[in-house]
């Protein structure tokens, strides 16, 4: 199987960046998780409560998000 996407350039040239920009996107969404992550997992004993429940709502929030789009790091 095939696909093929077809644009009229330039002035289809924003369609043709959100079409062919998905792995940048996937490397930013992946990066952000990976932070937040880390904020977490890492977290120093001197960080208050609430700025740790703030990076796992961060984090639960973009997952949410992910979800809802039906995008996975998979």
Same mark, same amino acid.
């Given at each position: 199987?095939?696909?093929?996407?077809?644009?009229?350039?330039?002035? &289809? @040239?924003?369609?043709?960046?959100?079409?062919?920009?998905?792995?940048?996107?996937? $490397?930013? !969404?992946?990066?952000?998780?990976?932070?937040?992550?880390?904020?977490?997992?890492?977290?120093? &004993? @001197?960080?208050?409560?609430?700025?740790?429940?703030?990076?796992?709502?961060?984090? $639960?929030? !973009?997952?949410?998000?992910?979800?809802?789009?039906?995008?996975?790091?998979?």
């Amino acid at each position: 199987m095939k696909a093929v996407l077809e644009f009229n350039l330039p002035e &289809d @040239d924003h369609e043709f960046e959100m079409a062919t920009s998905g792995s940048k996107f996937h $490397s930013v !969404l992946w990066d952000m998780d990976q932070y937040l992550r880390a904020k977490i997992k890492y977290a120093p &004993d @001197d960080m208050s409560d609430d700025t740790l429940q703030a990076f796992e709502q961060c984090r $639960s929030q !973009l997952h949410e998000f992910m979800g809802n789009y039906n995008v996975s790091f998979d």
